[in-house]
C-alpha cells in the first residue's frame, strides 16, 4: 500500500545563471545548524571545484540535506548554464518539488524558462521564490506579475498558477511572506516548504525500486550512483538486479556494498533505507544515469527521459609540436584516451569516440562552455595535449536534407549598440524574432540563429557593446542547414622560424596587426603569434635581431616601443582558432599554432582546396 513519508522532503532549487541558487544553499545550511557555532564557511559551499568557485558557476548538481523542526529536507543545487542543461533534467526525477529562483531586478531570463518548462512538463509543484530583494534597482512586484504570464506562456495547471511566493535576501539569509513584514531568517521559505511540496510517496512494503539519476566518482571507491528509492528499502550487502528502460536487454545482479544518506555537506553510511530518501550507493562498477536498482523478483525499471544529445564537437589530438612534452606530466595518446573516458563516468552529457587516428579523439558536448570546462580540468591535472576549433553536428531528415542545431539567443543591451549586434548576427545567419525594451533602459532582441553562428562570438559581441551586453542562449532543436558562415575576417601572423621573441623582431611584426607574444618568450615556425590586420596569414620573423654595423647613425638607436600584446583566455582562444589551426594546451602555456606547421606543405595543401 503506497504512503506518504511526512519526516522527508525532496526539493530542486532551480533558476537562470547567476540568480542566487547556490547562495541560497548557503543560507539554508547555515541556519540549520550544520556548522559548528564559530566554524569558518566559505561562501557558495556547494561550488566544490575550482573551476566552479573561481568562474562564480555550478557545474555539477549536489546534493546536500538539513534538519528543520524534525523533517529532513533533501536539497539538489542545479546548474544555470544551458550547456549542464543535461544535468537539471535527471534531477528533476529525484525530487517530489522545485524552488524557482527569479533575481528581483532581471526577472525570468531564457534558462527560468527552460527550467520551469522541465519542472512543469514532471507536474512539480513550484515555489517562487524572488531573490535579491535588497539590491537597489530591485523591481519584485513588477517581477511577480513577470512570472505569473511565464507560467501562462508555459500552459501550467490552475494549481501549479496557485503557487506560493516567497521574497529573500540570500546573501543577507532572510526570507519573507510579504514584502513589508520584518525577518530575522529564512523560516517563511522553511515553512512554506514543508507546508506546499508534498511528502515522498512509496510502497513500503514493496519490492524495492532506486532510479539513478545522478552519478559521482571517487578515486576510492569508484562510482556512486545517487536517486531515490521510490518504493520498498534498501540495505547494505543487499541483492538487486541493474535494468534500464532504454535499454531491455540490460539485467544484471549485483551486491549493495555501501550506502550513504546525505546530511549537511556529508555523505553519512547508514544500514538501511527507506522510500524517499535519496541515498548514495557504491560498490557497483557498471552502474549508469537511467538505470533502476531493483529486488531480483520484480525487475521493473522507473521510466526515464532520455538525455539530450551532444550539439558541438570537437577534436582532442595529442600534441606534436616542435615543444611537445615540455610542460606536461600526461602527454601520450594513451594517457589522453584514459582520461576522456574517465569523464564519461561523471558526465552523462559528453561523448568520446575513436577515429581513424590512434592520436586522435572525437568529443561531443552541450556547447563551447561545457568542452571547455573539460579542457581546463585536464589542464590543471597536468595533462599536454592540442585541441581543434569546435564544430556543430548535423543530422539528415528523412528527405535527406541536412539539419542543424538552432539556438535562441536573448540581447539585451543599450540601445545604442543595437545596430551593431543586429548586423553581426545577421552576417552569421541570425534571424531577429523580435525587439523590445528590457530592464534598465536596455533593449531586448530576440533571434533564432544556427549555434555554429555563435562560434567565436562573444569575445566579439563584449567589444561591440563595450563590456555593457547580456546575451543568454538556449537550445531551439534542430533546423534546416542555413549556408555557409566565414569565421574570421582577419588572418593570422605566422612565427617564420623556432627560437625566442625579441623586441627588435617584434616592433617589425606589430605593423601588421596584434601580437599575442612579448620579448623572451619561446616560438616555433608555424606557431601563431598575433592577428593580422588584413584577410589573410602573414609569415613574421619575431626572432630577428637587428644587425650590428661599425657605423652609428644618431637616432637609430632609440629605444623601440612595443604596443602590450593582447593575452588571450582559452575561451578566447577556442573562439578565435580557425578551422586550420589547432590550440596547443599544456599546464603552463595555450598557443596557437596551425595544422600544418611547415610553411611549403601548408601553402600546397590550400593549393589543393582550391
Known amino acids: 500500500m503506497r504512503t506518504k513519508r511526512e519526516d522527508v522532503r525532496n526539493i530542486a532549487i532551480i533558476a537562470h545563471v547567476d540568480h542566487g541558487k547556490t547562495t541560497l544553499v548557503d543560507g539554508l545550511l547555515k541556519q540549520s545548524g550544520v556548522f559548528r557555532a564559530g566554524q569558518e564557511v566559505v561562501e557558495r559551499v556547494m561550488d566544490s ?23 529532513k529536507i533533501n536539497i539538489v543545487d542545479t546548474p544555470g548554464h544551458a550547456d549542464f542543461g543535461g544535468e537539471v533534467e535527471r534531477v528533476l526525477k529525484m525530487v517530489n518539488g522545485v524552488v524557482l529562483l527569479v533575481d528581483a531586478f532581471e526577472g525570468p531570463m531564457p534558462q527560468t524558462k527552460f527550467v520551469l518548462g522541465k519542472a512543469l512538463e514532471l507536474d512539480l509543484p513550484v515555489i517562487v521564490c524572488i531573490n535579491k530583494i535588497d539590491r537597489p534597482e530591485a523591481r519584485p512586484k513588477e517581477v511577480v506579475d513577470e512570472v505569473l504570464e511565464l507560467l501562462l506562456e508555459l500552459d501550467a495547471s490552475d494549481e501549479q498558477l496557485d503557487c506560493p511566493f516567497v521574497y529573500a535576501s540570500a546573501k543577507a539569509g532572510i526570507a519573507k511572506y510579504k514584502l513589508e513584514d520584518e525577518s530575522k531568517d529564512m523560516t517563511p521559505l522553511f515553512e512554506t516548504i514543508l507546508r506546499y511540496i508534498p511528502a515522498p510517496e512509496g510502497d513500503p512494503d514493496a519490492p524495492t525500486q532506486m532510479l539513478i539519476s545522478t552519478i559521482d566518482y571517487n578515486e576510492y571507491v569508484g562510482r556512486i550512483g545517487v536517486g531515490k528509492i521510490d518504493n520498498g528499502s534498501l540495505r547494505v550487502n543487499q541483492e538487486v538486479v541493474i535494468v534500464n528502460h532504454h535499454d531491455p536487454d540490460k539485467m544484471k545482479k549485483v551486491k549493495v556494498s555501501k550506502l550513504y544518506e546525505f546530511d549537511g555537506l556529508n555523505k553519512v553510511e547508514v544500514e538501511k533505507a527507506d522510500i524517499g530518501s535519496i541515498v548514495a550507493v557504491s560498490g557497483i562498477a557498471d552502474i549508469h544515469i537511467g538505470d533502476t536498482l531493483c529486488s531480483p ?41 584514459d582520461r576522456l573516458f574517465r569523464e564519461l563516468n561523471t558526465d552523462v552529457s559528453l561523448r568520446v569516440e575513436e577515429t581513424d587516428s590512434p592520436d586522435c579523439f572525437k568529443v561531443s558536448g552541450r556547447g563551447e562552455l561545457h568542452l571547455s570546462v573539460l579542457i581546463e580540468n585536464m589542464r590543471r591535472e597536468g595533462y599536454e595535449f592540442a585541441v581543434s576549433k569546435a564544430e556543430v553536428l548535423y543530422k539528415e531528415d528523412d528527405k535527406g536534407r541536412r539539419l542543424e542545431p538552432m539556438e535562441l539567443v536573448y540581447v539585451d543591451v543599450p540601445e545604442e549598440f543595437s545596430g551593431s549586434v543586429i548586423q553581426k548576427l545577421s552576417l552569421r545567419k541570425g534571424e531577429l524574432q523580435g525587439m523590445g525594451t528590457a530592464n534598465g533602459g536596455y533593449t531586448r532582441l530576440e533571434f ?13 559581441f563584449l567589444t561591440d557593446t ?25 588572418g593570422s601572423l605566422i612565427a617564420f622560424e623556432t627560437g625566442e621573441s625579441v623586441t627588435y623582431g617584434l616592433f617589425n611584426a606589430q605593423e601588421r596587426g596584434t601580437l599575442f607574444i612579448g620579448p623572451g618568450e619561446k616560438v616555433y615556425a608555424g606557431m601563431v603569434v598575433g592577428e593580422n590586420c588584413k584577410a589573410d596569414d602573414v609569415e613574421v620573423n619575431v626572432c630577428k635581431t637587428k644587425h650590428l654595423s661599425n657605423t652609428r647613425a644618431s637616432g637609430s638607436d632609440d629605444a623601440l616601443k612595443l604596443t602590450p600584446p593582447r593575452e588571450m583566455s582559452l575561451e578566447q582562444c577556442l573562439e578565435f582558432i580557425d578551422t586550420d589551426e589547432l590550440l596547443e594546451v599544456t599546464p603552463k602555456s595555450l598557443r596557437i599554432r596551425k595544422r600544418i606547421l611547415d610553411s611549403k606543405l601548408r601553402k600546397r595543401s590550400s593549393f589543393a582546396k582550391q
Not at 298 to 325: C, H, R, W, Y
Not at 448 to 460: H, M, N
Open 49 to 71: 571545484n575550482d573551476i566552479e568557485r573561481e568562474r562564480g558557476i555550478t557545474i555539477l548538481s549536489k546534493n546536500t540535506a538539513v534538519e528543520y523542526k524534525g523533517t
Open 297 to 337: 523478483e520484480n525487475p521493473v525499471p522507473i521510466p526515464f527521459q532520455k538525455i539530450s544529445e551532444p550539439t558541438i564537437a570537437m577534436q582532442f589530438l595529442v600534441n606534436d609540436s616542435p615543444f611537445a612534452g615540455q610542460e606536461g606530466k600526461y602527454v601520450t595518446s594513451r594517457h589522453l584516451r
Open 448 to 460: 533564432l540563429i544556427p549555434s555554429r553562428g555563435l562560434i567565436g562570438y562573444r569575445g566579439e
Open 466 to 490: 563595450k563590456g555593457n551586453g547580456i546575451m543568454n542562449q538556449i537550445f531551439d532543436g534542430y533546423g534546416p542547414y542555413k549556408g555557409d558562415i566565414s569565421y574570421r575576417k582577419n
